[in-house]
């Protein structure tokens, strides 16, 4: 039987990769509290905690989007789960100083979650 959205599943296996890249990235460039967020920004409470909670949902997006290219059921569901955290992640950083960025990210996870929930459903002949 064939199924509709195996490309765009791929599609949002890559999305996801990339995702999970730059949440990684920018974990850990706020954990070393470094030049590239200003501490003004706003931040729930703080922002090593914040480095620390984007680079655990960069982490999982990685496990998820990683599954997600052998096909496995664990990649689409944890995959869901990682897109869906992502999307909320950023939309809490919207009031920060990259406010693009987070809308950026955030419609990627929209991608990505798209893509794996209709991922599976049968063609119609």
């Known amino acids: 039987m064939e199924v509709r959205g195996e490309a765009r599943a791929m599609f ?11 949440n990684v990235i920018y974990g850990i460039a ?4 470094g030049d590239f967020f200003s501490q003004t920004s706003y931040v729930v409470f703080g922002l090593g905690f914040w480095g620390w909670v984007t680079l655990i949902i960069g982490l999982v997006q990685l496990t998820g989007g990683y599954s997600l290219f052998s096909g496995g059921v664990y990649g689409r569901t944890i995959g869901i789960i990682a897109a869906t955290l992502g999307a909320i ?3 809490l950083s919207v009031g920060g100083n990259y406010p693009f960025w987070s809308l950026g990210i955030f419609a990627l996870c929209l991608i990505v979650l798209h893509g794996l929930i209709v991922y599976g459903e049968p063609l119609e002949h």
């Open 12 to 22: 949002a296996a890559i999305l996801l990769v990339i995702a999970g890249v730059l």
């Open 30 to 33: 706020a954990i070393s509290s």
């Open 89 to 91: 992640e950023s939309l």
